[in-house]
């Protein structure tokens, strides 16, 4: 079974400074994908980024990018130029790649970045 | 708007009864899952469907049962026999390349 491992439970970052969230995962398969989804106080799951493993090059979203280190089994998010409204959970997830439409995912436990102003 | 919907925001139950969860999608989505979220915890997999009438158990289905007689619905009871059920429940639902989710319910036994 596929594990997700998030390391820090929580983590601050100052305003405008970047900070990244790191996550490692354990698979046999070749074939998957990994995700960051950030979850508000509002408690709606909200996708940031996407990655497949099948990809070298690493996925970015505006200030949001990726370190996805395949070998070492790292996707770690980095987030720049940080702003209030990116105080959040943040939860890595993983996905087979086979399956067809079934898309379930394994998330790690999160992290909670708090953004001081 | 497309999207999934969840009812109630929030549910009390009392000790021993059974409950149900909604959840409704209008994504024309074949895969429907249930997710459960404890405080450091994550977000465990309860049941998921991947077509109309069929349906597997996740990780954490002990305690938990479901139905998928329509495409559009997917509900999930909270029978008297999970002993923890107090949690924040997510469903979700898939196509090609992204899961979405609805807004949650809070359960809680008093």
């Known amino acids: 079974a596929q594990t997700v491992t998030q390391s820090q439970p929580e983590m601050s970052v100052q305003e405008a400074e970047t900070v990244t969230l790191s996550c490692t995962y354990d698979?046999?398969?070749?074939?998957?994908?990994l995700f960051w989804y950030k979850q508000p106080p509002s408690r709606q799951m909200i996708l940031v980024i996407r990655?497949?493993?099948?990809?070298?090059q690493n996925a970015t979203e505006n200030r949001f990018s990726v370190n996805f280190q395949k070998a070492a089994k790292s996707f770690s998010l980095k987030i720049s130029d940080s702003q209030l409204g990116d105080a959040a959970m943040y939860f890595c997830a993983y996905r087979s790649g086979s399956g067809g439409s079934n898309y379930k995912l394994t998330f790690g436990k999160g992290t909670l970045l708090t953004v001081n102003p | 708007d497309g999207g999934i919907t969840q009812s109630p925001k929030y549910l009390f139950r009392k000790e021993g009864q059974n409950v149900t969860l909604s959840c409704e999608q209008n994504l024309n989505h074949d895969a429907m899952y249930w997710y459960r979220q404890d405080p450091g915890q994550g977000l465990r997999l309860i049941y998921y469907s991947q077509i109309v009438n069929d349906f597997q158990k996740g990780d954490i289905a002990e305690g938990y049962s479901v139905s998928r007689e329509k495409k559009e619905s997917f509900p999930l009871t909270v029978t008297s026999a999970q002993k923890n059920p107090t949690a924040f429940y997510l469903c979700a639902s898939s196509a090609n390349s992204e899961a979405f989710f609805g807004q949650g319910t809070r359960l809680t036994v008093v």
């Open positions: 698979t046999s398969e070749s074939d998957y994908y």
């Open positions: 990655q497949e493993a099948y990809k070298q």
